[in-house]
């Protein structure tokens, strides 16, 4: 089993995506790290020759380790991985990384979910169950402010969905693999939704999808 789950920054996808992960066995791919990892990498090497030209070779040389150095989650990362991700080359280097994963999951596991924001329309169009999740930029901006603040960083409410609104801005204009959903994706506003809320919700469509194919 595929699951494609798609949505702008702070819908909820991580969360959702974890316990999906666990709930069914299947290995779990966060397609945002990849792009951060390209960011930092750019952020690492300023200074040497252009950061389109930087950010396409860091994309070509992207190796699974590359996931797990520290700092990815970082607010400077990911306002640079949004930029890169806008290049097609970068995009374009990186399918091939997402589709294997998606195809064979590490670990022997049942399957594999992978969220991000193209996983259904462009890395996985043939997912068995694609989800996009939305929010309403406040709720996401309180969402992430808290995340900020749990993690000990000192920043204001408005800076925060000042730049989520650039990010959205950026994720959904481009040229290259838009944020949007796929036509065949289920739907969900997670606005007023607690994550068991999410959970419940979600499951329940899979399930039914499981069930339907089965029978
Ligand atoms: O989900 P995130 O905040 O970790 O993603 C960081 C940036 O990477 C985000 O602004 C857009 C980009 N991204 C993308 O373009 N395509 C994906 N599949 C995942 C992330």
Known sequence: MIIALDGPSAAGKG???????????????????IYR???????????????????????RKLQPQDLEQPGLR???VGAMASKVAAIPEVRLHLIDF???FAKTPPGHAAGSILD????????C???????FLTASAEARAERRFQELQAAGATTIKARVLADMHERDVRDSA???????????????????????QVFDRVVAHIDGRISRRGS
């Not at 995506?17 to 397609?31: C, E, G, I, Q």
């Not at 952020?43 to 070779?57: K, M, N, S």
């Not at 991000?116 to 890395?123: C, E, H, K, L, P």
């Open 98 to 100: 997402q589709r294997r």
């Open 15 to 33: 969360t959702l995506a974890r316990r999906l992960a666990a709930h069914y066995r299947l290995a779990l791919l966060d397609t945002g790290l």
């Open 74 to 76: 970082e607010e400077a």
């Open 125 to 131: 169009p043939d997912a068995d169950v694609k989800i």
């Open 116 to 123: 991000g924001r193209d996983i259904g329309t462009v890395i």
């Open 174 to 196: 481009r040229s290259a693999a838009p944020l949007v959903p796929a036509a065949d994706a289920f739907q969900l506003d997670t606005t007023t939704l607690s994550a068991d």
């Open 37 to 59: 990892a390209v960011g930092a990498r750019v952020l690492a090497d300023r200074g040497e020759g252009g950061e389109t030209d930087r950010a396409i070779e860091a994309a």
